[in-house]
């Protein structure tokens, strides 16, 4: 086996799993092992980071050409569920249009920077207390934005039987898990990041190849808040969108990326260890 080698990012690492000591700054940790990354299930995963890299990149490389985003009309009802039974595709994509109003979509931020606020996710809403016994009951989602111009999460309520949004909960402080398209970003602004240079380097080791874009990579990633005794530099994390990405060469080993925090409300990169 290779000789393990420190450099400003760290080391590659052979096998599933990173054990992370705690300390005041870095809790204890363990890679994913197979959950969104693994060598011959991961093509989802694969697939998404490529789109949102290459839309990264498209962005990052013509941003003066990028035409103003236009919010859509919300699409016909399409097929429906019934009661408690998942949203259906159909269901998902129209809520999503139907909570993104002209106002939300004028006034949010994605993580790339553009226009309308960052979704999150959709999903099935608990039913009304006096609606329990209700086999009529609407159904309803809530749809969740993280909005980057004033980092904050929006949830919106839609009812799915009327089409209208019945209520809206913004919060500051508050961070759900991460988004793809937020991982993806994230790697992307490590990719070009002058710390990230261990990671190409340890990239280049592992395949003899240079690394440039996410979608050589198998993605994983964690929400990074600041405490007590965390460095100054990621003190904001918590109120920013901040993480702890973790990068597997496809086919082959982790690359230990732990004493690196991204601030995706920044755009920045910290070293912490």
Known sequence: MRTIVHRHLGKVVAGAAIAVAGTAVMIGITLP?????DDSGGQGTEQTAQQAGQ?????????????????????????????????????????????????LFRSGENVEGDKGPQRITVDLAEPELNELDDPNAPRRADVSFYDYKDDALVTRTVNLDTGKVEA??????????????????????????????????DYKDATGKELTTPDQLLLNSMVFRATTG??????????????????????????DSRDLVIDLSARKVAKIG
């Open 33 to 37: 092992g197979s959950a969104g990354a």
């Open 55 to 103: 839309a990264g990149q498209a962005g990052g490389q013509g941003k003066a050409a990028v035409q103003p985003g236009v919010v859509e009309e919300a699409p016909a009802e399409g097929d429906t569920g019934k009661g408690r039974d998942p949203l259906t595709d159909d269901e998902t994509e129209r809520v999503e249009k139907l909570a993104l109003d002209r106002q």
């Open 230 to 255: 965390t460095p100054a530099a990621v003190s904001d994390c918590g109120k920013h969108r901040c993480l702890r990405l973790f990068a597997k060469v496809k086919n082959g080993p982790w690359i």
């Open 168 to 201: 809206t909960d913004t919060q500051h402080g508050v961070q759900p898990p991460l988004s793809r398209a937020e991982t993806v970003e994230a790697t992307q602004l490590l990719i070009a990041d002058p710390l990230g240079a261990g990671l190409k380097a």
